[in-house]
């Protein structure tokens, strides 16, 4: 976190918050993921660049940052120039929020389990795509967004129970990864929505009841998903609605004196 030496306008956390149309805790949320660079005034006080967070609204709807690629608009269609804007900013929102939300949820069941990190893959478009973590540092975010996961994890999709796999022998999520991993689906009655996975220390086995308890998490963040989706797409419709009701609507004009 750097310091702000420019006379160029900055942003408050509140400033900030409305412009990505997130809450403020939402906000430092995405901060705390690295997923947004504040600066600091002379006085510590947090001040965000519009540049920065034009980037991040820009990742959202184009995939190409981490966290909001998969959750950009879970069930929407993967090229956006052809959507409505309305329909687009309301997809861009959601999928920030649903990010930083997923993110906020696992980091729970990481410490639960003292693993060293856990992380989430939404399925769209027919693949799996990174969408939230906790414990992995940017830049492996970035290229974890870049691929799908390896067979070793795809494979939980056919399964509705967790399954091993060596984070050394499938290098994941880092070619120096060491400890024992665990994979499970999102279960859904209309197929898998995504895919989790935690790496604990290489110092002990996942026991049967961590992983009752980490299916018991699958099946609560599946619900998630699958709610955020459905509310989505409605305020999208609410979105269009309001876009087509506002050219109908008659100039306003000042009342007589």
Not at 28 to 53: F, K, Q
Not at 78 to 96: I, K
Request: aromatic fraction near 4%.
């Amino acid at each position: 976190m750097t310091r702000t030496t420019s006379a160029e306008h900055w942003l408050t956390v509140s400033e900030a918050a409305r412009a990505l149309g997130l809450s403020r805790t939402s906000l430092l949320a995405a901060e705390d993921a690295g997923l947004i660079s504040p600066m600091r005034t002379p006085g510590g006080h947090r001040r965000y660049r519009p540049a920065e967070l034009r980037r991040y609204l820009d990742a959202a709807g184009a995939g190409a940052m981490p966290q909001e690629r998969a959750a950009g608009g879970v069930g929407a269609p993967q090229n956006t120039s052809d959507q409505d804007p309305a329909d687009r900013t309301a997809r861009e929102v959601a999928a920030l929020d649903l990010a930083t939300t997923l993110r906020a949820a696992i980091r729970p069941i990481v410490r639960a389990l003292d693993a060293q990190c856990g992380g989430l893959y939404v399925h769209r478009d027919a693949e799996l795509r990174f969408c939230a973590a906790f414990g992995v540092p940017r830049w492996l975010a970035e290229r974890l967004a870049m691929t799908e996961p390896p067979p070793a994890l795809a494979q939980a999709m056919d399964g509705g129970r967790p399954r091993l796999f060596d984070p050394a022998a499938e290098a994941f999520p880092e070619p120096r990864s060491t400890g024992h991993g665990v994979a499970m689906a999102l279960p859904h009655v209309d197929g898998a929505l995504g895919l989790l996975f935690v790496v604990l220390p290489a110092d002990r086995a996942p026991l049967p009841g961590e992983l009752r308890t980490l299916g018991a998490f699958g099946e609560l963040l599946a619900l998630l998903v699958a709610d955020r989706a459905r509310t989505t797409d409605l305020e999208c419709k609410l979105a269009r609605v309001a876009t087509l009701t506002s050219a109908w609507l008659p100039p306003p004009t000042m009342a007589p004196p």
